[in-house]
């Protein structure tokens, strides 16, 4: 499937399920592919207002501002998402916000009700999720089979994935996918990279081939 049809297919989701925030999750990402910023930063801040404390969200809206070309605007979503990855303790994505606010020129806020449990527990070896930059439970094993299954139990927590698959059975319903299909199970798969933050150059780099669609 090409971009375009991709793009397609998540505008028809976020439009049919304002309150999924997956889909406006993957539309960002499709757009930010297709070069689209703007439209990016906007499907990321209506991921934000579906789920909002997923400060992930803000942080991409950001950075997308930024690149397109609306610094103003981009310092004011940065500096929110700050403040609720902060509070909230998101590790990864206050330290992104805070190096994108500096390469704007900005001091980082400071925050009254900061979130210090990330950082103590991120120096004390705990097991951080790559996709929400909080501490939570290493899955025992890899979901499945392969260099993702190994990546995904490497770098997503066991809280993150059942949220994926909660997110996947909507994808199934809606997209009607039957999974005994190559092509059903392929655009599950997408849908699932998307979620989990691995991008085609990641797959590559695991795979040794690029993505497909």
Not at 39 to 67: H, I, V, W
Not at 95 to 105: F, K, P, V
Not at 138 to 155: C, H, L, S, T, Y
Not at 182 to 189: G, S, V, W
């Amino acid at each position: 499937m090409d971009l375009a049809a991709r793009i397609a297919q998540f505008e028809n989701m976020a439009k049919a399920d304002p309150s999924n925030e997956m889909a406006h999750f993957s539309l960002g990402g499709a757009y930010v592919q297709a070069g689209r910023h703007a439209d990016a930063a906007k499907a990321y801040m209506d991921c934000f207002g579906a789920a909002p404390e997923m400060s992930k969200a803000l942080q991409l809206a950001a950075e997308c501002l930024s690149k397109a070309g609306d610094p103003t605007r981009a310092i004011e979503v940065a500096r929110q998402g700050y403040e609720v990855a902060a509070t909230r303790g998101d590790l990864m994505p206050k330290q992104a916000i805070a190096r994108l606010l500096q390469s704007l020129g900005q001091p980082v806020p400071e925050v009254a009700n900061e979130d210090k449990t990330a950082e103590a527990l991120a120096a004390s070896g705990a097991f951080m999720c790559a996709k929400t930059g909080r501490p939570g439970r290493q899955m025992d094993r890899p979901p499945f089979k392969g260099a993702v299954g190994e990546w995904i139990r490497a770098n997503i927590s066991e809280q993150t994935w059942q949220e994926w698959i909660r997110q996947g059975t909507k994808v199934i319903n809606e997209l009607r996918l039957d999974l005994s299909r190559d092509q059903d199970a392929e655009t599950y798969d997408r849908y699932m990279r998307e979620y989990l933050g691995i991008d085609d150059a990641l797959l590559a780099e695991l795979t040794g081939s690029a993505a497909r669609g």
